[in-house]
């Protein structure tokens, strides 16, 4: 089951530059998107979310871009900062009608921030 | 800030035992949730719980499987009978009273098999 595809297992930046974390879905029923942060010995932590109407949404150094016709999100983080360093996990669901919000998750990316 | 706690982080259990896996979820949130993640793959869905029912279960979620809400503050994952292939992390999530799909996530369990 690859609905939902990180095909970027890691990524290297320097603090202050940007990352940018690419996500891709199969499913053309998602209509919600969402990117989680996880670190070690810790579970999945809510970053930022967009919805299907939408193709941007930000919030504060967080970024998620939408693009429909591509089945295609992607999360920029500017400036990027060695806290950031964790495990990214893109994830999707389809609202409304039955869903009582359950996500599909992409494999991850391990993004690494060097000072 | 309100957290899920689970226990306990880390359950060795043999093959065919059944083990019970605890959580708490944030008080007034009222859709419960299992993941999993096995060993360097996907955070996986396991089964989605509301106003004391399944609402919705993955083909994970197989007869082996069970959640139950005992009281008005856990919510339980049993495992009746243990296979290897169940070692993983066990994660707990709960949303509140509206629907919330950025829900909040427990530092899960690390159940191995042996």
């Known amino acids: 089951d690859q609905q939902v595809k990180q095909n970027s297992p890691s990524l290297s930046v320097q603090e202050g530059r940007i990352s940018i974390l690419n996500c891709d879905y199969t499913?053309?029923?998602?209509?919600?998107f969402l990117w989680y942060k996880k670190y070690p010995a810790e579970g999945p932590t809510f970053l930022i979310s967009?919805?299907?109407?939408?193709d941007k949404n930000e919030d504060g150094r967080f970024t998620v871009f939408l693009n429909k016709s591509a089945k295609h999100l992607s999360l920029h983080i500017v400036p990027s900062q060695p806290g950031d360093s964790a495990v990214y996990f893109c994830?999707?669901?389809?609202?409304?009608?039955?869903?009582?919000?359950?996500?599909?998750f992409g494999q991850g990316t391990i993004l690494t921030v060097h000072p | 800030e309100p957290e899920v706690t689970q226990t306990p982080s880390h359950q060795v259990t043999q093959m065919g035992q059944e083990v019970i896996l605890r959580c708490v979820p944030i008080?007034?949130?009222?859709?419960f949730y299992w993941y999993r993640q096995i060993l360097g793959q996907k955070v996986e869905f396991l089964v989605s719980?509301?106003?004391?029912?399944?609402?919705?279960k993955s083909e994970i979620f197989d007869d082996q499987f069970s959640v139950e809400r005992p009281d008005g503050s856990n919510f339980t994952l049993k495992i009746r009978s243990t296979k290897l292939e169940d070692s993983a992390m066990y994660f707990c999530?709960?949303?509140?009273?509206?629907?919330?799909?950025?829900?909040?996530f427990g530092s899960g369990t690390r159940l191995t098999v042996v």
């Open positions: 008080s007034n949130h009222l859709y």
């Open positions: 719980f509301y106003n004391n029912e399944i609402s919705e």
């Open positions: 499913n053309s029923m998602f209509d919600y």
């Open positions: 967009i919805s299907s109407i939408k």
């Open positions: 994830a999707a669901t389809k609202t409304g009608g039955t869903s009582y919000g359950k996500l599909t």
């Open positions: 999530a709960s949303s509140g009273l509206v629907l919330n799909y950025g829900y909040t």
